[in-house]
């Protein structure tokens, strides 16, 4: 019987929490012993719900933890990079949330900090295995549909912003946080980069806050066009307030 890999829940926000109860509704060769969050709130109602005692407030403390085999990093986006090259340091497994880090100099020096250890490296892309979607990627490329000239794609979440949210230096808006999946399908379903990009947002849900945080928008619409000459579509909102939208 393989032993199951230990795993630390770093960030038990509402997003952290989604994978808290993925690995309580148990996940194959794996098992959650410990949880890691700043505030004391998040951290107790956390430990509550999944059981798990092994609790700590800073994430440098999880490096040094020898009984801990993975992360799943599911802090803010501005601290991914620091957190992956220490776990990766310190020789554990990667599951980090998206988007990846701030930075694409950010995102190569995690990749390569994994690989030197190496440790494996996964990113919370979880449409590439999403029945539907690959159906989808089936489909395209069996021609069923023809030739490909326009994908568009879509998400909308409810989530009302948190206050640090709405500092898009910090948070990055829809285009970073929620959008990432779109591009991420487009690529895929496209089967090339991106050549040309054009993105308008705007701010229509949290007025109040359009003094304080100038460059907030919390919608969003994004023109592509691909190097293989595909042409693309992206939109994308948060605290929409019907529910979680997905659609390709």
């Known amino acids: ?41 998040n951290l107790n109602a956390a430990s ?13 403390d999880v490096m040094k933890d020898p009984e801990i085999d993975a992360v799943i990093v599911v802090t803010p ?11 990766a340091e310190a020789g554990k497994h990667v599951f980090c949330e998206k988007p990846m880090a701030s930075t694409e100099a950010e995102c190569d020096e995690m990749i390569e900090a994994c690989r030197k250890a190496g440790v494996k490296l996964q990113l919370g892309f979880m449409r590439r295995f999403d029945k539907s979607f690959k159906r ?31 500092d898009v230096r910090k948070n990055y808006g829809p285009i970073g946080e929620v959008n990432s999946h779109d591009f991420d399908t487009l690529r895929w379903y496209a089967g090339s980069e991106v050549k040309m990009i054009h993105a308008a947002g705007h701010n229509f849900r949290s007025p109040e806050k359009a003094e304080q945080y100038p460059e907030y928008y919390d919608t969003c619409t994004v023109m592509l066009e691909f190097e293989n000459g595909v042409l693309g579509m992206i939109t994308g909102a948060q605290y929409v307030r019907y529910g979680y939208d997905s659609r390709a």
């Not at 509550?48 to 440098?60: A, H, I, P, Y």
């Not at 501005?78 to 776990?87: E, G, K, S, T, Y």
């Not at 069923?144 to 326009?150: C, E």
């Open 136 to 166: 989808g990627k089936e489909l395209l490329e069996a021609g069923t549909v023809g030739d490909v000239t326009l994908i568009k794609s879509n998400t909308y979440g409810p989530s009302e912003p948190k206050e640090w949210m709405y």
């Open 77 to 87: 986006t501005q601290f991914h990079h620091d957190v992956v090259i220490a776990a």
């Open 48 to 60: 509550e719900e999944t059981g798990v005692m092994k609790l700590c407030s800073d994430w440098q």
């Open 1 to 41: 019987m393989l032993e199951k890999v230990r795993v630390c829940l770093i960030g038990c926000g509402r997003a952290g929490m989604i994978h808290a109860r993925s690995y309580m509704g148990g996940i194959r060769g794996a098992v959650l012993t410990a949880l890691c969050d700043p505030f004391t709130e």
